[in-house]
Nanobody, 116 residues
């Protein structure tokens, strides 16, 4: 069965850091573009960062550029999001997504709350 399991969320103070992980199983992880999305209360889900299947290309939302880093370890079937200099506006549930030409998979998400 396909599984995407996010972890690493939690409560952090403004200016702090978190690293999110997404453990993938049940599909050929290395063949999928991986993306982090987030959704806060009352807002539409938005793209945060994306990384190509081999990890050679990355894309970031303007709001997180320079603060967040997406990466992947294909040998471990794991996606990461390093989040630095966190702001209250980053508070959201963060979702892991795997996509190729035929499939689109989602995890259940992990909550990130940035508050003093």
């Amino acid at each position: 069965q396909v599984q995407l399991v996010e972890s690493g969320g939690g409560l952090v103070q403004p200016g702090g850091s978190l690293r999110l992980s997404c453990a993938a199983s049940g599909f050929t992880f290395r063949n999928y573009v991986m993306t982090w999305y987030r959704q806060s209360s009352g807002k539409e889900r938005e793209l945060v960062a994306s990384i190509s299947s081999a990890g050679g290309r990355t894309t970031y939302a303007d709001s997180v550029k320079g603060r967040f880093t997406i990466s992947r370890d294909n040998a471990k079937n794991t996606l990461y999001l390093q989040m630095n200099s966190l702001k209250p506006e980053d508070t959201a549930r963060y979702y892991c997504n795997a996509r190729n030409a035929n499939n689109n998979y989602w995890g259940q998400g992990t909550q990130v709350t940035v508050s003093s």
